[in-house]
């Protein structure tokens, strides 16, 4: 039996399969707007996560794994992690499950929806009689400040961000369950037809 058409077949299946995974889809355009629905960003969140931050100097490392994001009525998203920290190169153990709720922006250099403002809201600990005390919630707080400032929720593809590099934001908000930015000019006049969906 001839097994090379076989396994050609084989890769071809695979690369396809990989595009279709590593696909990002495409935003919507209104006028001036430029949307992301909620399943994309938590896609998004997805492949950017576990994530570890090192403090006291290597001390203590925690990892928020599992995000969960939810786009409600208002100008707020929610977001869930899990939550595990490690001392001194140890194993991480569980804290629990966090939850924050944060204002959006959007920023032209990264071309992505940053955390603007997020305050935990909630903390449900992984044991009984668990807890999040003042040390730990103050490394969570920094932890989230610096990802909000550096690290995109949601970043758009660089040929796409390209196009609206020279535009002004005028605003970026939570808007029917999808995270909107909305420029200063309107967009169908600059990106190509095809390049966004509708």
């Not at 299946?13 to 595009?19: H, P």
């Not at 194993?91 to 959007?106: E, Q």
């Amino acid at each position: 039996m001839n097994v090379r058409p076989l396994l050609s077949r084989l890769a071809a299946c695979t690369v396809l399969l990989a595009a279709a995974i590593g696909a990002q889809a495409a935003p919507s355009v209104s006028g001036r707007q430029l949307s992301v629905g909620a399943t994309d960003v938590q896609q998004y969140l997805d492949g950017s996560f576990p994530r570890t931050q090192n403090a006291l100097g290597g001390l203590i490392a925690m990892t928020m794994s599992h995000p969960q994001l939810t786009l409600p009525q208002g100008s707020r998203l929610d977001l869930g992690f899990d939550v595990a920290m490690a001392t001194a190169g140890g194993t991480p153990a569980p804290l629990g499950k966090v939850k924050l709720s944060s204002g959006l922006r959007y920023d032209a250099q990264t071309q992505g929806f940053h955390l603007q403002e997020p305050t935990v809201d909630d903390f449900t600990p992984a044991n009984n009689g668990g807890k999040l005390d003042s040390r730990t919630r103050s490394l969570l707080n920094a932890w989230l400040a610096d990802y909000a400032q550096r690290e995109p929720i949601y970043k758009i593809d660089p040929s796409v961000g390209a196009l609206l590099g020279a535009l002004q934001v005028q605003s970026a908000q939570v808007e029917n369950g999808k995270l909107v930015v909305t420029f200063n000019q309107d967009l169908g006049a600059l990106v190509p037809a095809g390049v966004l969906g509708k």
